[in-house]
Protein backbone atom coordinates (compact mmCIF):
# COMPACT_ATOMS: atom_id res chain seq x y z
CA UNK A 1 0.00 0.00 0.00
CA UNK A 2 1.03 3.60 -1.01
CA UNK A 3 2.75 4.85 2.65
CA UNK A 4 0.85 8.13 1.38
CA UNK A 5 -2.45 7.02 1.60
CA UNK A 6 -4.13 5.85 5.10
CA UNK A 7 -7.47 4.77 5.89
CA UNK A 8 -9.57 7.49 8.04
CA UNK A 9 -11.61 5.77 11.13
CA UNK A 10 -14.89 7.06 11.34
CA UNK A 11 -15.36 10.65 12.23
CA UNK A 12 -17.23 10.86 15.42
CA UNK A 13 -19.20 13.51 15.76
CA UNK A 14 -17.89 16.00 18.37
CA UNK A 15 -19.99 18.71 18.16
CA UNK A 16 -23.69 17.19 16.65
CA UNK A 17 -25.11 20.79 16.34
CA UNK A 18 -24.91 24.33 14.62
CA UNK A 19 -25.45 27.96 14.76
CA UNK A 20 -27.02 30.53 12.75
CA UNK A 21 -25.98 34.25 13.26
CA UNK A 22 -28.89 36.49 13.70
CA UNK A 23 -27.25 39.03 11.51
CA UNK A 24 -26.34 37.70 8.73
CA UNK A 25 -27.75 34.69 8.83
CA UNK A 26 -24.81 32.39 8.18
CA UNK A 27 -24.74 29.03 9.74
CA UNK A 28 -21.48 28.18 11.73
CA UNK A 29 -20.35 24.31 12.79
CA UNK A 30 -18.72 24.36 15.84
CA UNK A 31 -18.60 26.16 19.27
CA UNK A 32 -18.42 30.09 17.66
CA UNK A 33 -19.01 32.68 20.00
CA UNK A 34 -18.40 35.18 17.08
CA UNK A 35 -19.47 34.98 13.71
CA UNK A 36 -16.44 34.87 11.51
CA UNK A 37 -18.11 37.11 8.49
CA UNK A 38 -19.73 39.50 10.72
CA UNK A 39 -18.41 39.64 13.91
CA UNK A 40 -21.70 39.39 15.41
CA UNK A 41 -21.86 37.76 19.00
CA UNK A 42 -23.86 34.27 18.66
CA UNK A 43 -26.67 33.60 20.51
CA UNK A 44 -26.62 30.50 22.46
CA UNK A 45 -30.31 29.70 21.65
CA UNK A 46 -30.17 29.29 17.99
CA UNK A 47 -28.69 25.62 18.72
CA UNK A 48 -29.98 23.40 15.68
CA UNK A 49 -29.65 19.26 15.22
CA UNK A 50 -26.63 18.75 12.36
CA UNK A 51 -27.30 15.25 10.96
CA UNK A 52 -24.02 12.96 11.39
CA UNK A 53 -21.47 12.91 8.51
CA UNK A 54 -21.29 9.68 6.27
CA UNK A 55 -17.86 7.85 7.08
CA UNK A 56 -15.34 8.34 4.18
CA UNK A 57 -12.07 7.16 3.20
CA UNK A 58 -9.40 9.86 2.58
CA UNK A 59 -6.08 9.16 0.62
CA UNK A 60 -3.93 11.80 2.47
CA UNK A 61 -0.48 13.42 0.70
CA UNK A 62 2.06 16.28 1.64
CA UNK A 63 0.36 18.00 -0.61
CA UNK A 64 -3.22 18.12 1.23
CA UNK A 65 -1.41 20.40 4.36
CA UNK A 66 -1.37 23.79 4.25
CA UNK A 67 2.34 25.27 3.30
CA UNK A 68 1.62 27.70 6.34
CA UNK A 69 2.16 24.53 9.05
CA UNK A 70 6.02 24.34 7.79
CA UNK A 71 6.91 27.47 10.32
CA UNK A 72 7.71 27.36 13.70
CA UNK A 73 5.22 27.53 16.33
CA UNK A 74 6.65 31.60 17.27
CA UNK A 75 5.66 32.11 13.12
CA UNK A 76 2.50 30.61 13.14
CA UNK A 77 1.02 31.85 15.95
CA UNK A 78 1.63 35.64 14.07
CA UNK A 79 0.10 34.43 11.10
CA UNK A 80 -2.96 32.91 13.00
CA UNK A 81 -3.17 36.25 14.57
CA UNK A 82 -2.78 37.67 11.47
CA UNK A 83 -5.39 36.27 9.13
CA UNK A 84 -7.99 36.24 12.47
CA UNK A 85 -7.63 40.38 12.75
CA UNK A 86 -7.93 40.76 9.04
CA UNK A 87 -11.26 38.55 9.29
CA UNK A 88 -12.30 41.02 12.68
CA UNK A 89 -10.77 43.77 10.59
CA UNK A 90 -8.69 44.95 13.27
CA UNK A 91 -5.18 46.79 11.62
CA UNK A 92 -2.35 46.20 13.74
CA UNK A 93 -0.31 48.93 13.17
CA UNK A 94 -2.93 51.06 14.20
CA UNK A 95 -2.63 53.10 17.41
CA UNK A 96 -5.01 50.59 19.02
CA UNK A 97 -4.55 48.61 22.74
CA UNK A 98 -7.08 47.33 25.03
CA UNK A 99 -8.36 49.48 27.43
CA UNK A 100 -6.51 47.43 30.41
CA UNK A 101 -3.36 47.59 28.44
CA UNK A 102 -3.19 51.17 28.02
CA UNK A 103 -4.49 51.82 31.42
CA UNK A 104 -1.07 49.92 32.85
CA UNK A 105 0.76 51.56 30.17
CA UNK A 106 -0.01 54.43 31.20
CA UNK A 107 0.70 54.03 35.14
CA UNK A 108 4.19 51.86 33.66
CA UNK A 109 5.26 54.88 31.85
CA UNK A 110 4.44 57.41 34.42
CA UNK A 111 7.05 55.49 36.66
CA UNK A 112 9.49 55.32 34.06
CA UNK A 113 9.41 59.00 33.43
CA UNK A 114 9.64 59.46 37.11
CA UNK A 115 12.69 57.21 37.38
CA UNK A 116 14.72 59.07 34.71
CA UNK A 117 13.80 62.13 36.00
CA UNK A 118 15.63 60.89 39.07
CA UNK A 119 18.33 59.18 37.64
CA UNK A 120 19.41 62.23 35.51
CA UNK A 121 19.16 64.09 39.14
CA UNK A 122 21.51 61.66 40.97
CA UNK A 123 24.19 62.51 38.59
CA UNK A 124 24.49 65.93 39.75
CA UNK A 125 24.44 64.57 43.47
CA UNK A 126 27.91 62.53 42.85
CA UNK A 127 27.06 59.72 44.41
CA UNK A 128 29.42 56.66 44.00
CA UNK A 129 29.79 54.34 40.55
CA UNK A 130 27.65 51.72 41.63
CA UNK A 131 24.48 53.58 42.36
CA UNK A 132 24.58 54.54 38.87
CA UNK A 133 24.90 51.32 37.51
CA UNK A 134 22.15 49.58 39.55
CA UNK A 135 19.82 52.96 38.54
CA UNK A 136 20.47 51.95 34.88
CA UNK A 137 19.43 47.94 35.46
CA UNK A 138 16.33 49.49 37.04
CA UNK A 139 15.23 52.04 34.31
CA UNK A 140 16.54 49.03 31.11
CA UNK A 141 14.13 46.39 32.96
CA UNK A 142 11.17 48.80 33.64
CA UNK A 143 11.62 49.78 29.84
CA UNK A 144 11.78 46.41 29.32
CA UNK A 145 8.18 46.06 30.77
CA UNK A 146 6.94 48.81 29.38
CA UNK A 147 7.48 47.34 25.96
CA UNK A 148 5.30 44.19 26.82
CA UNK A 149 1.97 46.48 26.71
CA UNK A 150 1.91 46.38 23.30
CA UNK A 151 -1.95 44.38 21.62
CA UNK A 152 0.19 41.69 19.44
CA UNK A 153 2.45 40.69 22.73
CA UNK A 154 -1.27 40.75 24.97
CA UNK A 155 -3.38 38.86 22.31
CA UNK A 156 0.18 36.27 22.63
CA UNK A 157 -0.37 36.11 26.49
CA UNK A 158 -4.47 35.38 26.13
CA UNK A 159 -3.96 32.48 23.75
CA UNK A 160 -1.28 30.78 25.41
CA UNK A 161 -3.09 31.38 28.96
CA UNK A 162 -6.10 29.78 26.75
CA UNK A 163 -5.19 26.72 24.90
CA UNK A 164 -8.82 25.36 24.70
CA UNK A 165 -10.29 28.18 22.53
CA UNK A 166 -10.16 29.78 19.17
CA UNK A 167 -8.02 32.00 18.47
CA UNK A 168 -10.90 33.78 16.68
CA UNK A 169 -12.82 33.75 19.34
CA UNK A 170 -10.00 35.67 22.10
CA UNK A 171 -9.44 38.62 18.88
CA UNK A 172 -13.27 38.76 18.80
CA UNK A 173 -13.46 39.27 22.35
CA UNK A 174 -10.45 41.71 22.59
CA UNK A 175 -12.33 43.93 19.63
CA UNK A 176 -15.20 44.87 22.02
CA UNK A 177 -11.94 46.34 24.64
CA UNK A 178 -10.12 48.20 21.98
CA UNK A 179 -9.51 52.11 22.22
CA UNK A 180 -6.65 54.05 20.31
CA UNK A 181 -4.10 54.93 22.30
CA UNK A 182 -3.72 58.56 21.38
CA UNK A 183 -0.53 58.91 23.98
CA UNK A 184 1.71 56.97 21.86
CA UNK A 185 3.00 59.88 20.39
CA UNK A 186 3.51 62.29 23.73
CA UNK A 187 5.23 59.04 26.00
CA UNK A 188 8.84 59.79 24.02
CA UNK A 189 8.06 63.72 24.85
CA UNK A 190 7.53 62.88 28.66
CA UNK A 191 10.65 60.91 28.56
CA UNK A 192 12.66 63.44 27.44
CA UNK A 193 11.17 66.07 29.36
CA UNK A 194 12.09 63.90 32.47
CA UNK A 195 15.89 63.79 30.56
CA UNK A 196 16.15 67.41 29.74
CA UNK A 197 14.41 68.75 33.40
CA UNK A 198 17.23 67.83 35.57
CA UNK A 199 19.90 69.10 33.43
CA UNK A 200 17.90 72.64 33.50
CA UNK A 201 17.47 72.62 37.17
CA UNK A 202 20.58 71.54 37.35
CA UNK A 203 22.53 74.01 34.91
CA UNK A 204 25.02 75.76 37.81
CA UNK A 205 25.76 74.48 41.02
CA UNK A 206 23.76 74.62 43.71
CA UNK A 207 24.16 74.55 47.75
CA UNK A 208 22.71 72.83 49.68
CA UNK A 209 22.48 74.32 53.80
CA UNK A 210 21.62 72.77 57.18
CA UNK A 211 20.98 74.71 60.66
CA UNK A 212 23.66 74.42 63.18
CA UNK A 213 25.10 75.34 66.52
CA UNK A 214 26.99 79.30 65.54
CA UNK A 215 25.59 78.93 61.61
CA UNK A 216 24.82 76.95 58.54
CA UNK A 217 26.47 73.31 57.54
CA UNK A 218 26.74 72.81 53.68
CA UNK A 219 24.92 69.65 53.59
CA UNK A 220 25.44 68.65 49.95
CA UNK A 221 27.22 70.18 46.83
CA UNK A 222 25.87 69.74 43.44
CA UNK A 223 27.93 70.67 40.45
CA UNK A 224 26.53 71.97 37.25
CA UNK A 225 26.91 71.65 34.10
CA UNK A 226 28.77 75.37 33.74
CA UNK A 227 31.24 74.11 36.10
CA UNK A 228 32.86 70.26 36.78
CA UNK A 229 36.10 71.29 37.78
CA UNK A 230 36.02 73.93 40.57
CA UNK A 231 33.61 74.85 43.64
CA UNK A 232 33.42 77.60 45.84
CA UNK A 233 31.83 77.30 49.16
CA UNK A 234 30.39 80.96 50.60
CA UNK A 235 31.25 82.91 54.42
CA UNK A 236 27.91 83.50 55.21
CA UNK A 237 24.52 82.65 53.99
CA UNK A 238 21.05 83.97 55.29
CA UNK A 239 23.03 86.55 57.38
CA UNK A 240 25.08 83.61 59.38
CA UNK A 241 28.68 82.07 58.68
CA UNK A 242 28.78 78.47 57.20
CA UNK A 243 30.96 76.75 59.64
CA UNK A 244 31.27 73.29 58.14
CA UNK A 245 30.91 70.74 55.68
CA UNK A 246 29.17 67.39 56.61
CA UNK A 247 30.36 64.06 55.47
CA UNK A 248 30.40 63.40 51.72
CA UNK A 249 29.95 67.15 50.31
CA UNK A 250 32.14 66.98 48.16
CA UNK A 251 32.90 62.82 47.37
CA UNK A 252 33.30 60.92 44.36
CA UNK A 253 33.45 64.39 42.01
CA UNK A 254 36.04 62.99 39.73
CA UNK A 255 36.27 66.17 37.66
CA UNK A 256 36.75 68.65 40.40
CA UNK A 257 39.99 70.10 40.89
CA UNK A 258 39.95 73.02 43.24
CA UNK A 259 38.04 74.23 45.68
CA UNK A 260 38.11 77.05 48.12
CA UNK A 261 36.67 77.05 51.17
CA UNK A 262 36.06 80.41 53.88
CA UNK A 263 38.10 81.08 57.00
CA UNK A 264 34.52 80.91 58.78
CA UNK A 265 34.59 76.63 58.42
CA UNK A 266 35.78 74.69 60.99
CA UNK A 267 34.41 71.49 60.82
CA UNK A 268 35.13 68.94 57.90
CA UNK A 269 33.30 65.93 58.84
CA UNK A 270 34.23 62.23 57.01
CA UNK A 271 34.62 61.61 53.61
CA UNK A 272 34.22 65.24 52.59
CA UNK A 273 36.43 64.49 49.73
CA UNK A 274 36.96 60.51 49.30
CA UNK A 275 37.65 59.57 45.69
CA UNK A 276 38.29 62.79 43.93
CA UNK A 277 40.91 62.04 42.07
CA UNK A 278 41.58 64.92 40.35
CA UNK A 279 41.47 67.59 42.94
CA UNK A 280 44.88 68.88 43.09
CA UNK A 281 45.02 71.92 44.96
CA UNK A 282 42.91 72.71 48.16
CA UNK A 283 43.61 75.86 51.39
CA UNK A 284 42.17 74.11 54.55
CA UNK A 285 40.37 77.24 56.43
CA UNK A 286 42.92 78.61 59.35
CA UNK A 287 40.63 78.01 62.04
CA UNK A 288 39.80 74.53 61.13
CA UNK A 289 39.62 72.32 64.28
CA UNK A 290 37.56 68.91 63.10
CA UNK A 291 39.06 66.97 60.44
CA UNK A 292 36.87 63.61 59.94
CA UNK A 293 37.93 60.39 58.84
CA UNK A 294 38.65 59.62 54.92
CA UNK A 295 38.19 63.29 54.28
CA UNK A 296 40.81 62.87 51.35
CA UNK A 297 41.23 59.26 50.91
CA UNK A 298 41.70 58.26 47.65
CA UNK A 299 42.46 61.61 46.27
CA UNK A 300 45.01 60.42 44.24
CA UNK A 301 46.43 63.95 42.64
CA UNK A 302 46.87 65.76 45.92
CA UNK A 303 50.28 66.88 46.54
CA UNK A 304 50.45 68.73 49.67
CA UNK A 305 48.40 69.56 52.57
CA UNK A 306 48.77 71.78 55.42
CA UNK A 307 46.59 71.25 57.95
CA UNK A 308 46.27 74.87 60.98
CA UNK A 309 47.43 74.53 64.25
CA UNK A 310 43.98 74.97 65.40
CA UNK A 311 43.36 71.59 64.61
CA UNK A 312 43.32 69.14 67.24
CA UNK A 313 41.07 65.98 65.73
CA UNK A 314 41.93 64.21 62.85
CA UNK A 315 39.85 61.08 62.16
CA UNK A 316 41.44 57.76 60.49
CA UNK A 317 42.20 57.32 56.75
CA UNK A 318 42.28 61.08 56.50
CA UNK A 319 44.79 60.17 53.45
CA UNK A 320 44.97 57.26 52.46
CA UNK A 321 45.79 56.20 49.21
CA UNK A 322 47.02 59.31 48.39
CA UNK A 323 49.39 58.01 46.23
CA UNK A 324 50.62 61.48 45.00
CA UNK A 325 50.97 63.24 48.55
CA UNK A 326 54.61 64.37 48.90
CA UNK A 327 54.37 66.98 51.34
CA UNK A 328 52.29 67.53 54.54
CA UNK A 329 52.45 69.78 57.45
CA UNK A 330 50.48 68.31 60.52
CA UNK A 331 48.89 70.29 63.19
CA UNK A 332 51.38 71.42 66.42
CA UNK A 333 47.93 70.22 68.38
CA UNK A 334 47.21 67.18 67.24
CA UNK A 335 47.37 64.41 69.86
CA UNK A 336 46.92 61.56 67.68
CA UNK A 337 47.48 60.41 63.88
CA UNK A 338 45.31 57.53 63.59
CA UNK A 339 45.40 54.67 62.20
CA UNK A 340 45.18 54.42 58.23
CA UNK A 341 46.10 57.97 58.63
CA UNK A 342 48.74 58.11 55.37
CA UNK A 343 48.67 54.54 54.53
CA UNK A 344 49.30 53.65 50.74
CA UNK A 345 50.47 57.18 50.61
CA UNK A 346 53.55 56.12 48.14
CA UNK A 347 54.84 59.45 47.23
CA UNK A 348 55.38 60.68 51.19
CA UNK A 349 59.28 60.95 51.69
CA UNK A 350 59.33 62.84 55.16
CA UNK A 351 57.06 63.93 57.46
CA UNK A 352 57.47 65.61 61.03
CA UNK A 353 55.41 64.32 64.16
CA UNK A 354 54.37 67.05 66.35
CA UNK A 355 55.67 67.41 69.93
CA UNK A 356 51.79 67.28 71.18
CA UNK A 357 51.74 63.79 69.55
CA UNK A 358 50.57 60.91 71.96
CA UNK A 359 49.84 57.88 69.71
CA UNK A 360 50.52 56.70 66.19
CA UNK A 361 47.36 54.58 65.52
CA UNK A 362 47.73 50.73 63.77
CA UNK A 363 48.37 51.15 59.77
CA UNK A 364 48.99 55.00 60.01
CA UNK A 365 51.91 54.73 57.36
CA UNK A 366 51.29 50.85 55.92
CA UNK A 367 52.90 50.51 52.90
CA UNK A 368 54.35 54.63 52.48
CA UNK A 369 57.35 52.95 50.60
CA UNK A 370 59.16 56.55 49.44
CA UNK A 371 58.88 57.32 53.51
CA UNK A 372 62.65 57.89 54.71
CA UNK A 373 62.34 59.90 57.49
CA UNK A 374 60.34 60.48 60.19
CA UNK A 375 61.42 62.65 62.40
CA UNK A 376 60.69 63.51 66.14
CA UNK A 377 62.04 65.49 69.00
CA UNK A 378 63.53 65.05 72.18
CA UNK A 379 60.68 66.98 73.91
CA UNK A 380 58.14 64.59 72.04
CA UNK A 381 55.23 63.39 74.06
CA UNK A 382 55.11 59.86 71.75
CA UNK A 383 54.03 57.14 73.98
CA UNK A 384 52.77 54.34 71.57
CA UNK A 385 53.49 53.19 68.15
CA UNK A 386 50.31 50.73 66.97
CA UNK A 387 50.66 47.66 64.81
CA UNK A 388 51.67 48.17 61.49
CA UNK A 389 51.94 51.32 62.05
CA UNK A 390 55.27 51.84 60.12
CA UNK A 391 54.69 48.61 58.05
CA UNK A 392 56.15 47.66 54.38
CA UNK A 393 57.88 51.33 54.58
CA UNK A 394 60.66 50.12 52.50
CA UNK A 395 62.79 53.72 52.33
CA UNK A 396 62.47 53.84 56.63
CA UNK A 397 66.10 52.39 57.81
CA UNK A 398 66.02 54.11 60.71
CA UNK A 399 64.08 56.30 63.28
CA UNK A 400 64.56 58.14 66.26
CA UNK A 401 62.02 57.84 69.14
CA UNK A 402 61.51 58.57 73.00
CA UNK A 403 62.75 56.26 75.70
CA UNK A 404 59.95 54.43 77.56
CA UNK A 405 57.63 54.32 74.55
CA UNK A 406 55.12 51.45 73.71
CA UNK A 407 55.99 50.06 70.30
CA UNK A 408 53.98 47.06 69.37
CA UNK A 409 56.09 44.00 67.98
CA UNK A 410 54.09 44.64 64.38
CA UNK A 411 54.84 48.25 64.23
CA UNK A 412 57.87 47.87 61.73
CA UNK A 413 57.29 44.50 60.13
CA UNK A 414 58.73 44.28 56.57
CA UNK A 415 60.30 47.48 57.25
CA UNK A 416 64.14 47.95 57.15
CA UNK A 417 64.43 50.11 60.34
CA UNK A 418 66.85 50.18 62.98
CA UNK A 419 65.30 52.00 66.35
CA UNK A 420 66.79 54.32 68.35
CA UNK A 421 66.10 55.88 71.26
CA UNK A 422 66.98 59.48 72.41
CA UNK A 423 69.84 59.67 74.81
CA UNK A 424 71.61 56.90 73.46
CA UNK A 425 74.45 56.73 71.25
CA UNK A 426 73.11 55.94 67.02
CA UNK A 427 75.68 53.03 66.71
CA UNK A 428 75.92 52.94 62.80
CA UNK A 429 75.45 55.88 62.27
CA UNK A 430 78.38 58.07 63.93
CA UNK A 431 80.86 58.07 61.03
CA UNK A 432 79.73 60.99 58.14
CA UNK A 433 79.25 58.92 55.32
CA UNK A 434 78.98 61.70 52.86
CA UNK A 435 82.94 61.27 52.51
CA UNK A 436 83.47 58.04 51.32
CA UNK A 437 82.07 56.51 47.98
CA UNK A 438 80.87 53.33 49.05
CA UNK A 439 78.80 52.29 52.31
CA UNK A 440 78.62 48.71 53.55
CA UNK A 441 77.83 46.08 56.15
CA UNK A 442 80.14 42.70 56.47
CA UNK A 443 80.84 40.51 59.13
CA UNK A 444 84.01 40.11 61.40
CA UNK A 445 85.01 36.63 63.19
CA UNK A 446 87.35 36.20 65.73
CA UNK A 447 90.88 34.40 63.96
CA UNK A 448 89.52 34.57 60.65
CA UNK A 449 90.77 37.77 58.26
CA UNK A 450 88.21 39.25 56.22
CA UNK A 451 88.80 41.29 53.30
CA UNK A 452 87.76 44.46 52.43
CA UNK A 453 86.08 45.53 49.30
CA UNK A 454 83.90 42.39 48.01
CA UNK A 455 81.32 44.68 47.43
CA UNK A 456 82.44 47.34 45.28
CA UNK A 457 86.20 46.38 44.39
CA UNK A 458 88.75 49.49 44.67
CA UNK A 459 91.97 49.50 44.27
CA UNK A 460 92.71 51.67 47.49
CA UNK A 461 91.17 48.90 49.85
CA UNK A 462 92.78 46.53 47.91
CA UNK A 463 94.69 43.08 49.73
CA UNK A 464 93.21 44.76 53.06
CA UNK A 465 91.77 42.44 55.54
CA UNK A 466 90.41 42.96 58.95
CA UNK A 467 90.01 40.48 62.27
CA UNK A 468 89.05 39.92 65.72
CA UNK A 469 92.24 39.38 67.73
CA UNK A 470 90.86 38.63 70.55
CA UNK A 471 87.61 39.84 72.69
CA UNK A 472 87.49 41.46 76.29
CA UNK A 473 84.52 40.35 78.10
CA UNK A 474 83.39 43.07 80.50
CA UNK A 475 79.96 43.07 82.32
CA UNK A 476 78.60 46.86 80.96
CA UNK A 477 79.45 45.01 77.02
CA UNK A 478 82.45 43.52 75.56
CA UNK A 479 85.69 45.10 73.93
CA UNK A 480 86.85 43.71 70.30
CA UNK A 481 90.30 43.83 69.80
CA UNK A 482 90.74 44.44 65.70
CA UNK A 483 93.40 43.91 63.76
CA UNK A 484 94.37 45.40 60.44
CA UNK A 485 96.22 44.19 58.21
CA UNK A 486 97.30 46.11 54.40
CA UNK A 487 99.73 47.74 52.30
CA UNK A 488 101.12 49.90 54.16
CA UNK A 489 101.84 47.11 57.71
CA UNK A 490 99.32 46.54 60.62
CA UNK A 491 97.72 48.13 63.26
CA UNK A 492 95.84 47.01 66.19
CA UNK A 493 92.77 49.01 67.38
CA UNK A 494 90.02 48.15 70.35
CA UNK A 495 86.02 49.15 69.25
CA UNK A 496 84.61 49.22 72.39
CA UNK A 497 80.88 51.42 74.15
CA UNK A 498 83.41 54.02 74.66
CA UNK A 499 84.85 54.60 71.11
CA UNK A 500 82.73 52.31 68.36
CA UNK A 501 84.24 53.34 65.60
CA UNK A 502 87.76 54.33 64.25
CA UNK A 503 89.17 55.91 60.81
CA UNK A 504 92.04 53.59 59.66
CA UNK A 505 92.81 56.18 56.66
CA UNK A 506 91.73 58.79 54.87
CA UNK A 507 90.03 56.06 52.73
CA UNK A 508 88.68 53.26 55.07
CA UNK A 509 87.03 53.94 58.57
CA UNK A 510 84.69 51.13 60.35
CA UNK A 511 82.59 51.09 63.02
CA UNK A 512 80.13 48.87 65.35
CA UNK A 513 77.03 48.71 63.52
CA UNK A 514 74.50 48.67 66.67
CA UNK A 515 74.31 48.14 70.46
CA UNK A 516 73.48 44.82 70.73
CA UNK A 517 77.20 43.97 68.85
CA UNK A 518 79.12 44.52 72.69
CA UNK A 519 77.21 41.74 74.00
CA UNK A 520 78.52 39.60 71.40
CA UNK A 521 81.84 37.32 71.56
CA UNK A 522 83.06 35.71 68.88
CA UNK A 523 81.59 37.44 65.59
CA UNK A 524 80.36 41.34 65.25
CA UNK A 525 78.68 43.12 62.12
CA UNK A 526 80.51 46.35 61.59
CA UNK A 527 79.95 48.86 58.87
CA UNK A 528 82.35 49.94 56.51
CA UNK A 529 82.89 53.04 54.39
CA UNK A 530 85.73 53.05 51.58
CA UNK A 531 86.79 55.04 48.74
Given at each position: ?36 KCGKEIASTTNE ?26 ELLNKFIDQELK ?353 TFDYLYQGVETK ?80
Open positions: MNNNITEQTPIEQLDATYKKCSQCGAELKGPYKFCPPLPVPPVTKVVVTPNNFNPIYNNSEEKAGIEPDKKIVTSDILKRKNIFTIIFTVLVFVYISLIFFHFPMKTYIIGLIILFIYYKYTKRYDFMTYLKKEIKGRPGEKISNIVMSAKNSIVEDNLKKVRPLMIFAAFLLPLLIFKDPRIMYEKTNGGYNVRFYTFGLTNFTTASIPETYKKENVVGLRGNTFSNMYFLKKVSLPDTITEIRGQAFKNDKHLKNITLPNKLEYLGGGAFSNCTSLTEISLPDTLTYMGGETFSHASSLSKVELSENLTEIRGNSFEYCTSLSEIRIPDNVERIGGHAFFGASSLANVELTPNSKLNEIGSSAFRECNSLYSITIPKNISVNERAFKDSPTNINYFGEINYGHLIDSGKYKYDIGKSYPTVNVENVTLKIDSVNVLNGGNEFNIKYSGPNGELTFTLSQAVPYKVINENLAVEISGEEMFRRTSAISIRLYYN
